[in-house]
């Protein structure tokens, strides 16, 4: 069983900042990519940033203002955000990729965190 938590949501004026965290427990083996997604109200739900081995990608929309980074021997990734404005208001999601089990069986997994809740306004 794989489950990822999230933390670090909640209320900034523009311009603050604010750092996502994101835990995958269970019986990893590996995970390749780890991401963070995020939807806004009455929007489909977008990438934000992901990470895969060394590579980073972004959203235009983020480019510049967040940063996306992991810990491998912790299973974490984080968002670090900056330079937050109202319309970055949403819920972020962490997305996580690999594999997980042991030396019987291993299985692909593809999990999501519960959420957490991010606004920004003054």
């Known amino acids: 069983q794989v489950q990822l938590v999230e933390s670090g949501g909640g209320l900034v004026q523009p311009g603050g900042s604010l750092r996502l965290s994101c835990t995958v427990t269970?019986?990893?083996?590996?995970?390749?990519?780890m991401g963070w997604y995020r939807q806004a109200p009455g929007k489909q739900s977008d990438v934000v940033a992901s990470?895969?081995?060394?590579?980073?990608n972004y959203a235009a929309s983020v480019k510049g203002r967040f940063a996306i980074s992991r810990d491998n021997a912790k299973n974490t990734v984080y968002l670090q955000m900056n330079s937050l404005k109202p319309e970055d208001t949403a819920v972020y999601y962490c997305?996580?990729?690999?594999?997980?089990?042991?030396?019987?069986?291993?299985?692909?997994?593809?999990?999501w965190g519960q959420g957490t809740q991010v606004t920004v306004s003054s």
């Open positions: 997305n996580a990729v690999g594999r997980y089990g042991d030396y019987t069986q291993l299985t692909s997994f593809s999990s």
């Open positions: 269970g019986n990893i083996v590996s995970i390749n990519t």
């Open positions: 990470t895969t081995g060394g590579n980073t």
